[in-house]
């Protein structure tokens, strides 16, 4: 704290992560496989940022580099017979072995600046510049610009406008080793549009309307499993397949209506309608988040050192594929469109109670959760079996 309204800041960091995952999948029906997964991954990072000004203008920058490196030892096999898992499907066996051990540096940095518009309205914006570089491979730099803006026509009343666009690289440890890739793709791009209006109706409730519009762009290639997307062993499953989406669009309104007073009761309601997609060969297919319905509510009470909430979600079923099967002339099971049809609905209450005990200049924390209370059977994914009469 260099003067009242000049500030500094300085983080040296290191971290590390380590992943170890192994396992076997063996079907009497035709499949086996095993998967021996090892993954160390390292960063060192240096932080600095500036800060000066007061409440009519302020800005703000900084700089971040890192030095990162990752070892990976990936080994697996799968193997089906013919007719697993249905009648007209061919043998397959896949055999991966990959030790890549990336290293590299990364590369950021900002500026800011928030000022003070007129009485009512407050502007801020803001430009990054990013660059990553594994293997001496040059990722590409990155600038996202952000402009945000606030208008507030009264005391009760706030408008919020936001656009800002946003990259995702790779992190050093997220090769996809599992699914065959050992390359790194570019950055992921992402440009968001924000419109939210806030309304004190009461000295107790408030209200919220926000509107958001996502383009996604350079999306990479993932792999999902269509049936059963919860396996413990994704990879060693039938219905692994990869999906590379040229673009993704987002848009969704969200309305929330809650109780702002906080003494001891509390409770909220909200509502989202969203929409998600992507194109994959150029057809528009729901992404497999896509949730078009929410609703969500919930009751809270706090007294003293207790703290209890019960909340109830309910949203539409998430999209899933379908599959058909014809006995004559031969037997033969048809895969649908991906994503074409629904699972059923979500419904969950929960329950969650915590205490917090004074230690000296200390507290302690504790909670109890109980998820599902009302233990609603929640459909998550299908699974096809063909049995002979």
Same mark, same amino acid.
């Given at each position: 704290?260099?003067?009242?309204?000049?500030?500094? @800041?300085?983080?040296?960091?290191?971290?590390?992560?380590?992943?170890?995952?192994?396992?076997?999948?063996?079907?009497?029906?035709?499949?086996?496989?095993?998967?021996?997964?090892?993954?160390?991954? #390292?960063?060192?990072?240096?932080?600095?940022?500036?800060?000066?000004?007061?409440?009519? =203008?302020?800005?703000?920058?900084?700089?971040?580099?890192?030095?990162?490196?990752?070892?990976?030892?990936?080994?697996?096999?799968?193997?089906?017979?013919?007719?697993?898992?249905?009648?007209?499907?061919?043998?397959?066996?896949?055999?991966?072995?990959?030790?890549?051990?990336?290293?590299?540096?990364?590369?950021?940095?900002?500026?800011?600046?928030?000022?003070?518009?007129?009485?009512? +309205?407050?502007?801020?914006?803001?430009? @990054?510049?990013?660059?990553?570089?594994?293997?001496?491979?040059?990722?590409?730099?990155?600038?996202?610009?952000?402009?945000?803006?606030?208008?507030?026509?009264?005391?009760?009343?706030?408008? @919020?406008?936001?656009?800002?666009?946003?990259?995702?690289?790779?992190?050093?440890?997220?090769?996809? +080793?599992?699914?065959?890739?050992?390359?790194? =793709?570019?950055?992921? @791009?992402?440009? #968001?549009?924000?419109?939210?209006?806030? #309304?004190?109706?009461?000295?107790?409730?408030?209200?919220?309307?926000?509107?958001?519009?996502?383009?996604?762009?350079?999306?990479?290639?993932?792999?999902?499993?269509?049936?059963?997307?919860?396996? +413990?062993?994704?990879?060693?499953?039938?219905?692994?397949?990869?999906?590379?989406?040229?673009?993704?669009?987002?848009?969704?309104?969200?309305?929330?209506?809650?109780?702002?007073?906080?003494?001891?009761?509390?409770?909220?309601?909200?509502?989202?309608?969203?929409?998600?997609?992507?194109?994959?060969?150029?057809?528009?297919?729901?992404?497999?988040?896509?949730?078009? #319905?929410?609703?969500n509510g919930g009751l809270s009470w706090a007294e003293g050192p207790w703290d209890v909430s019960l909340a109830a979600t309910w949203h539409s079923g998430w999209p899933t594929t379908p599959a058909t099967y014809v006995a004559e002339p031969e037997p033969l099971v048809t895969i649908g469109a991906r994503n074409s049809t629904h699972l059923g609905d979500f419904r969950s209450v929960d329950l969650r109670a915590g205490y917090t005990f004074?230690?000296?200049?200390?507290?302690?924390?504790?909670?109890?959760?109980?998820?599902?209370?009302?233990?609603?059977?929640?459909?998550?994914?299908?699974?096809?079996?063909?049995?002979?009469?």
């Open positions: 704290q260099w003067s009242d309204d000049l500030l500094g @800041r300085a983080l040296v960091a290191w971290t590390t992560v380590d992943k170890d995952r192994t396992g076997t999948v063996d079907d009497p029906a035709g499949a086996t496989g095993a998967v021996d997964d090892l993954r160390d991954s #390292h960063s060192a990072l240096v932080r600095l940022q500036i800060e000066q000004g007061d409440d009519s =203008f302020r800005w703000r920058a900084g700089l971040d580099a890192a030095s990162l490196s990752a070892e990976y030892s990936y080994a697996s096999t799968f193997q089906t017979t013919a007719g697993y898992p249905f009648p007209n499907s061919t043998p397959e066996s896949i055999v991966r072995n990959l030790e890549p051990q990336p290293e590299g540096i990364e590369t950021g940095a900002f500026v800011a600046a928030r000022w003070r518009i007129t009485d009512d +309205v407050t502007g801020e914006v803001g430009l @990054r510049w990013d660059n990553q570089n594994y293997d001496e491979i040059d990722g590409g730099t990155q600038l996202s610009p952000r402009i945000n803006l606030l208008y507030e026509p009264s005391a009760d009343t706030q408008m @919020r406008l936001s656009w800002g666009r946003f990259y995702q690289p790779q992190g050093i440890g997220e090769l996809q +080793v599992e699914d065959g890739i050992d390359t790194f =793709f570019p950055a992921q @791009r992402a440009d #968001h549009f924000i419109i939210s209006v806030e #309304h004190v109706i009461t000295e107790r409730i408030s209200a919220r309307v926000e509107a958001y519009y996502k383009d996604y762009e350079e999306l990479k290639p993932r792999f999902e499993n269509i049936f059963d997307p919860l396996v +413990v062993l994704p990879e060693l499953q039938t219905d692994r397949v990869e999906i590379a989406p040229s673009a993704g669009l987002v848009r969704g309104l969200e309305f929330l209506l809650r109780d702002r007073s906080g003494d001891p009761w509390g409770w909220w309601l909200g509502y989202t309608w969203s929409w998600a997609e992507e194109t994959v060969e150029l057809a528009d297919v729901p992404r497999s988040w896509d949730q078009r #319905h929410t609703f004074a230690l000296g200049d200390t507290e302690l924390l504790t909670f109890v959760e109980i998820i599902n209370l009302l233990a609603f059977k929640n459909p998550c994914c299908v699974e096809y079996t063909v049995r002979d009469d």
